[in-house]
């Protein structure tokens, strides 16, 4: 019975320390489902790149990462330029549960499985959901002639200056 009481604890400190999630820092993804860039090299000038989010990051915030991420990449390959050839932002949406409250708890005593919500308890639950988003994109690098006659063409350059110092905390 004294572990069934500490199930209630354990429990609702998960659902404090999800609440309290930051958003994803710009950086490399560490672990294939965790958050961050991921580049890859298909071609000699051309680089699959992609930004994964947790539920706190903003869209915008994943796709300003994406175009950086393809910034970063086009200079450290010697380029000046990119264009996107395919981009698009996946949107992943899944739902929480929480109870409110136990059938006879009230603050005190214990409570047992059979009064487990769905299993012939009266307890409520509250539901929400929660969405993270992937920003994708493949990338062609440009020379400086290409990029002349190619109106998508995006200085690397100039997304590092507009949307580089979001991406970094500042210095000490």
């Not at 404090?16 to 560490?30: E, G, I, K, T």
């Not at 961050?36 to 790149?49: F, K, P, V």
């Not at 929400?128 to 988003?133: G, H, L």
Request: proline letters at 8%; hydrophobic letters at 35%; aromatic letters at 12%.
């Amino acid at each position: 019975m004294g572990a069934l009481k500490s199930v209630p604890f354990v429990f609702s400190a998960a659902l404090v320390l999800a609440a309290c999630q930051s958003p994803a820092p710009y950086s490399p993804r560490d672990t294939p489902s965790g958050t961050g860039y991921t580049d890859q090299q298909l071609t000699a000038n051309r680089y699959r790149i992609t930004f994964t989010g947790n539920s706190a990051t903003r869209r915008e915030t994943v796709e300003n990462y994406l175009l950086l991420r393809a910034a970063e990449v086009t200079l450290k390959a010697d380029y000046r330029y990119f264009l996107f050839d395919t981009r698009d932002t996946k949107t992943e949406t899944t739902y929480h549960s929480d109870f409110v409250g136990w059938p006879g708890w009230r603050g005190r005593g214990g409570w047992y499985w059979h009064n487990w919500p769905g299993w012939g308890g009266n307890g409520e639950v509250t539901t929400r959901p929660s969405t993270a988003y992937e920003a994708f994109a493949e990338i062609v690098l440009l020379t400086d002639e290409q990029a002349k006659n190619e109106p998508r063409a995006v200085p690397a350059a100039d997304v590092l200056d507009h949307i580089g110092p979001m991406a970094r905390p500042p210095q000490p």
